[in-house]
């Protein structure tokens, strides 16, 4: 995000007037957006998932199916809503959960799926909907990556029965945090906004508080400052085999906790703040332009890098518009192409996704081959909807120079 942005996101989120009009006229115009059901907003995308699965009314021990490579929190928080996580294998080429592995998974037990767009790419919706639809299963979406995402011309988050979006800082609508869940029922949606909790949201500057280390890392890796200020310090921190680095994009995996709010023994989701809601209305009109750019974007770097050796870039599905909010690309050894990435001045960043079927925190532990070879092995390569065509095409010129050299001295 370039520093005039954030400046400006900050002062809207920061007006105190209209305040109890901000989340209703930011909920409005979300809906509009990709034409959601039922949404309910919330101080968080996590707390927002927990809220669902609590609101849901499954017996404990209930079972949902997901791919076995995503983002570990979200299974670990249905573990401990008391419901078990169990994991599919996933598609060897769009990295999304493989829908043929799914049946041999249902049993009794068995009330959820909860596809995953990975990255920005849609999942196989359709034989999803078809498999869960034959065995009277819930199909939730985990949309944390696939705003602006669309299926056979429907967006990412209308395919389901409900759908989990996020608003991080790192997320393509980004609001200083928040989230929000689509529902298609409407008796399960007002379950979820009567089950909010009753305190006042955070304030503004309670949120930027939160957000201190966000606001550093933007300020410091704005051009004409990161090479100058970080980039010297990563390549000193590479060289002395240091992840330090690393560890704000690698969440560590904790046991899971049976811990939970006070009311009812049950999680309390905080609602969405006027600030929150404030910022979210200024990045819904940029949305659409973002969106279109970062596309661009993506799709260049993707075609200039096509034959890149040593890089293997996700394929999206036919029928398909991936949102691609971030662009990965398996590599053999992450460690030495990050760091040669790095002598050529391309800043990468470390997978922070898992194969969950391996994790000893979770119950269900299968043999998930290709989930197995894509954990820690796919690197995200820089493709901001804010780089111009020119300097997308420096990053594929970087990268392909360090990929070739390296291919050349592993031959040697």
């Given amino acids: 995000m ?4 954030l400046l400006l996101s900050l002062l809207q989120g920061l007006r105190k007037f209209r305040t109890g009009l901000l989340e209703t006229e930011f909920l409005n115009r979300f809906r509009e957006l990709g034409g959601f059901p039922g949404t309910v907003p919330v101080g968080s995308g996590r707390a927002g998932f ?12 209930a079972e949902i199916i997901f791919p076995a490579y995503t983002f570990h929190p979200i299974p670990a928080a249905v573990a401990e809503c008391g419901f078990k996580p169990v994991f599919a294998d996933v598609d060897p080429f769009t990295w999304n959960i493989d829908p043929e592995k799914i049946p041999p998974l249902i049993n009794p037990r068995t009330r959820a799926v909860m596809p995953t767009h990975l990255f920005g790419v849609p999942a196989a ?5 078809e498999i869960a639809r034959k065995h009277n299963l819930k199909v939730v979406e985990d949309c944390a990556h696939g705003l602006g995402a669309k299926y056979n011309g429907r967006p990412a988050g209308t395919l389901g029965d409900a759908a989990l979006f996020t608003f991080a800082m790192s997320k393509n609508l980004p609001c200083w945090g928040g989230g929000a869940m689509t529902v298609k029922d409407p008796d399960l949606a007002d379950r979820m906004r009567a089950a909010l909790g009753d305190g006042p949201p955070p304030g503004g500057l309670t949120i930027l508080k939160g957000q201190a280390f966000n606001i550093a890392a933007i300020l410091l890796t704005q051009p004409v400052v990161f090479p100058w200020t970080l980039y010297p ?3 000193l921190s590479a060289r002395m085999s240091s992840n330090f680095f690393d560890r704000p994009f690698l969440e560590e995996v904790t046991p899971i906790s049976s811990a939970r709010g006070e009311r009812g023994g049950k999680s309390v989701a905080k609602q969405f703040a006027p600030f929150q809601a404030a910022v979210g209305l200024r990045q819904l009109v940029r949305f659409p332009r973002w969106l279109e750019k970062q596309e661009a974007n993506a799709r260049r770097l993707r075609s200039l890098l096509a034959d890149c050796p040593g890089l293997r870039l996700q394929k999206e599905p ?26 050529h001045g ?12 391996g994790l000893e925190i979770f119950e269900h532990r299968p043999q998930c081959p290709v989930a197995e070879g894509l954990g820690g092995r ?7 909807p804010f780089y111009s065509r020119r300097q997308i095409e420096d990053i594929a010129a970087r990268v392909s120079r360090a990929m070739t050299t390296l291919t050349e001295e592993s031959i040697k």
């Fill in 2 to 5: 370039p520093a005039g942005e």
């Fill in 50 to 61: 927990r809220l669902l699965l609590e609101s849901m009314g499954m017996e404990p021990g």
């Fill in 125 to 129: 919706m359709d034989r999803i909907n």
């Fill in 233 to 235: 310090l990563i390549r």
């Fill in 318 to 343: 036919e029928g398909t518009r991936s949102s691609f909010l971030y662009l990965r690309a398996w590599v053999e050894d992450t460690r030495e192409v990050r760091h040669a990435l790095l002598r």
């Fill in 346 to 357: 391309v800043d990468t960043k470390p997978d922070d996704m898992r194969n969950c079927a």
């Fill in 378 to 384: 796919c690197i995200e390569l820089p493709c901001s």
